[in-house]
């Protein structure tokens, strides 16, 4: 018993242990702790920097789409450099822009 004579009497207060208590309970305990609420922060950060980035691509998909919508040399381009597709009367030659390394 001797412990409890060398606590400070404003540590012995009911109050004050019930403060704590609750204090515990609210930062660590609870199913909305402290770090339950840093980690949704984190992701709602990273789902607004991706909604962000994926409004910005859609924007320029549309304009893209636009240009081929009405303008014939943009489709066509566009043919061109990604079906590969061709004239009748051309011959389309394919060069890598890396050189494959000879295998021995």
Known sequence: ??????IPTWLKSKFL???AAFAVILLFLDKNDVFTVMARNK???E???????YTEKIAAE???LEALKNNPATLE???REKYLMKR???????VPEKPVPANN
């Open 43 to 45: 992701e709602l950060r």
């Open 47 to 53: 789902l607004k920097q991706s909604k962000a980035y």
């Open 17 to 19: 242990i019930a403060l």
């Open 88 to 94: 009748d009367n051309e011959d389309l030659f394919i």
């Open 62 to 64: 549309r304009k893209e």
């Open 77 to 79: 381009k566009y043919a």
């Open 1 to 6: 018993m001797k412990f409890f004579t060398y």
